[in-house]
């Protein structure tokens, strides 16, 4: 693998990876002193399957669970690529309008000198701004940037942002659907695999990048340790899919909690 590394960079980390190995450190141990190369997903299961000698078949799992991953984000990234381009043309028009447009149009209201409408009046007020006072719109676009870091340092920003996403008609829905799916194949594999639950469920919710969606999961493990059953308390999340926690109720009673975690997966 090492020689056949796109990059030089690859190249170096898997001679490290080799090297050690060689040493007599553990693959998770490696795995897990890179985290920001490798998510908590893989560190896990890897050392899951090295303890429990079947290691080959969670690497191949796990090999399908970030292809997919990968292929989910290329899908949202493709898809952003047109409504953020549309955005860009519309803002652009609309400077335009107002900056050049709309003063040309103003010397021949003034010329003609009747009562114009208030819509049109206002569009004026608002060309003569932008056209007088141009300087500002640099000070106000810095400002933007500078409450967006500090909102951004304190998750303010990004939950509100979550919330106005989840409320979208179409861009809500899926974002559900890739964040849930996401959640329910890092179960099946994690449960399949044999990783403590508590573990698998904080690794789980770790993959979610929605803050709001995340949120939903923060109390699941500390019910678990308080007795309660993983059905219910899954249950009363909003985001999983009507009949999650009847299924994994009946799951649980024959001891199949992984393989129904990939059945609601494979139906998400």
């Known amino acids: 693998m090492e020689e056949s590394a796109s990059t030089q960079d690859s190249a170096e980390i898997l001679r490290d990876l080799r090297k050690n190995l060689h040493e007599g450190k553990s693959f998770s141990s490696l795995i897990q002193g890179m985290p920001d190369l490798f998510p908590p997903i893989v560190a896990g299961l890897i050392r899951t399957g090295e303890e429990a000698g079947c290691l080959p078949a969670v690497m191949n799992d796990l090999r399908k669970f970030l292809a997919e991953q990968r292929d989910f984000k290329n899908f949202i990234v493709t898809s952003s690529i047109y409504p953020v381009i549309v955005a860009c043309v519309t803002l652009a028009v609309v400077l335009l309008l107002f900056t050049v447009f709309i003063p040309q149009f103003a010397k021949v209201f003034e010329d003609m000198g009747a009562q114009l409408p208030a819509l049109t ?9 932008l056209t007088g006072n141009w300087f500002f719109i640099p000070i106000i676009i810095l400002l933007l940037i ?25 861009a809500g829905p899926l974002v559900i659907s890739v964040q849930i799916s996401t959640f329910l194949q890092a179960m099946a594999i994690m449960t399949k695999s044999h990783v403590p639950l508590l573990s698998a469920l904080k690794i789980a919710q770790d993959l979610l990048t929605n803050n709001v969606i995340r949120k939903s999961f923060e109390s699941v493990s500390s019910k678990i340790q308080e007795g ?16 999650s926690a009847a299924m994994l109720k009946v799951a649980e009673e024959s001891g199949d909690v992984g393989e129904m975690f990939d059945r609601l997966f494979q139906e998400q």
Do not use: N, Y
Not at 121 to 129: C, D, K, N, Q, V
Not at 151 to 166: A, E
């Open 121 to 129: 009046r206002a569009m004026l007020s608002i060309s003569s701004f």
């Open 146 to 170: 500078l409450v967006k870091k500090r909102m951004s340092h304190q998750g303010l920003l990004r939950t509100w942002r979550d919330q106005i996403i989840l409320k979208v008609p179409v």
């Open 228 to 243: 309660e059953k993983l059905s219910d308390v899954l249950g009363e999340i909003a985001f999983l899919p009507p009949g």
